[in-house]
Each structure stands twice: as C-alpha cells, then as structure tokens.
C-alpha cells in the first residue's frame, strides 16, 4: 500500500502527538501497542513513519533505564504545536484516553526496576531501583539462594514498590 504524502505526515503526527502527551521516554514496542491496539496506523506504516521521524529530527532514540526509547525533540512539539488541528477528533480522543489509563503505568515501569542476576552456584543478585525524574531515589541489592526467591522478590516490588519504598524509609527514618 503506497501513501500519499499527507496522508503520511499525518499518520507521523499521531505519533509525535501521542510522544508529547504522554511527556515520558516511551520504548518502541510501548509506541507499537499504543498505536497498533488502537487502529490509528498499520504496522508497516508505522514502522516507515518512525524512521521518517527520526530521520527527519522530530523523534530522538535516548538511553533510559538501559533501554532504547523514543522522545519528541523541540522541533517535534512545535510541529505538533502547530499541526494539531489537523488530527482527527476521534484519533485525538483516542490517544487523549490511552494517556489518561496508562500513563502512570508507563511511568511506573520506567522507574521501578527490578532484576536479578546468577552470582555463584546457589546464589542470585536482586537488583531493586527507584528513579524519579532521571534521579535514583533507591538502590537495594540483595543476595538470595534462589531463583524462585529471586523471581518473587521482583514480582514483588513490581507491584507493591511504593509501599514497600515508604515502609522502608518510614523504618529508617522512626
């Protein structure tokens, strides 16, 4: 299927908007499933349309928590800025919602990490992180002798790390 020009600058434009509304780093698979679970582009466009807008300079790759991400350069906000009436209101809408249900989500699986690591025979590294705003609020490593342990540990700050992250410094600091 060939495009015409305008019908793939605006197909990039849903992409640059959904990277300035959602304001945070944004793996290329995350930009997949937003785009993709919403019909708003097909893959093989969307593919094309990201390497069109990094090319262009309207998208950067960045290096956020050891991970490839994507993020709109100034030039992409003001093209956004000045080109957002051209986005349907349905598609607007669209990624309006996704944003509003899976920012937080997003947000919290850049900033909570949790990984582990073999260090000997019966030995495994627990790795557990908090980082706000490109700053690492905690770094805890913990030597346990399992796998299984070290699997339920990460499960576990996955989802219950704000709690435990107050727990432990409201312990440290009482």
Not at 93 to 104: A, F, L, M, P, Q
Not at 154 to 165: A, G, H, L, P, T
Not at 167 to 174: A, E, F, G, T, V
Request: glycine residues 2%; hydrophobic residues 40%.
């Amino acid at each position: 299927m060939i495009l015409d020009s305008g019908v793939l600058a605006d197909k990039k434009l849903l992409i640059l908007y959904l990277l300035s509304k959602i304001g945070i780093p944004l793996t290329k698979p995350q930009i997949t499933n937003a785009i993709l679970e919403n019909n708003l582009i097909d893959f093989f466009t969307f593919q094309q349309c990201i390497f069109d807008l990094e090319e262009s300079g309207m998208i950067k790759h960045t290096i956020y928590q050891k991970k490839q991400c994507f993020t709109a350069t100034d030039k992409g906000e003001k093209t956004v800025d000045v080109f957002e009436q051209r986005i349907p209101e349905n598609a607007s809408r669209i990624i309006n919602n996704y944003v509003s249900k899976n920012k937080d989500s997003l947000r919290k699986e850049s900033q909570v990490i949790a990984e582990y690591k073999k260090a000997g025979e019966k030995e495994y590294i627990v790795s557990l992180k908090v980082i706000e705003n490109e700053l690492l609020l905690m770094d805890l490593k913990l030597n346990v002798v399992s796998a299984k342990q070290a699997k339920q540990i990460c499960e576990k700050w996955k989802n219950c790390s704000e709690n435990i992250y107050s727990r432990l410094i409201s312990s440290l600091i009482n």
